[in-house]
């Protein structure tokens, strides 16, 4: 399976963005799709997710409200909205995938993404 992550860039505060996540390789139709994101000097942060058969969606407290996940199951694509920007949601933002539960933590995916880079200027 491979995973690319696209669509970083800078954005000012308050902005938005969109994030893109390609599939390809296998079916993913069980697994779900994890956005995590790496702060510099921080540890990789679980931002949300997506369940690819049921569309069902998770965020994290800090995305609540503010971030958007979506699937286009057609296009084998995941998609992460961010709005109302903030200078500390700057990171590399990655794709994984996960089957069962392991979506949830980056370490305990089965398959990673390259990074996008996310910077907010306040």
């Known amino acids: 399976v491979q995973l690319q992550a696209s669509g970083g860039g800078l954005v000012q505060a308050g902005g938005s963005l969109r994030l893109s996540c390609a599939a390809s390789g296998r079916t993913l139709s069980s697994y779900g799709m994890g956005w995590f994101r790496r702060a510099p000097g921080e540890e990789h942060e679980f931002v949300g997710a997506?369940?690819?058969?049921?569309?069902?969606?998770y965020y994290a407290d800090s995305a609540k409200g503010r971030f958007t996940i979506s699937r286009d199951n057609a296009k084998n694509m995941v998609y992460l909205q961010m709005t109302s920007l903030k200078p500390e949601d700057t990171a590399v933002y990655y794709c994984?995938?996960?089957?069962?539960?392991?979506?949830?933590?980056?370490?305990?995916?089965?398959?990673w993404g390259q990074g996008t880079l996310v910077t907010v200027s306040s």
């Open positions: 994984a995938a996960g089957s069962g539960a392991r979506w949830m933590r980056w370490t305990t995916c089965d398959y």
């Open positions: 997506i369940s690819w058969s049921s569309g069902t969606t």
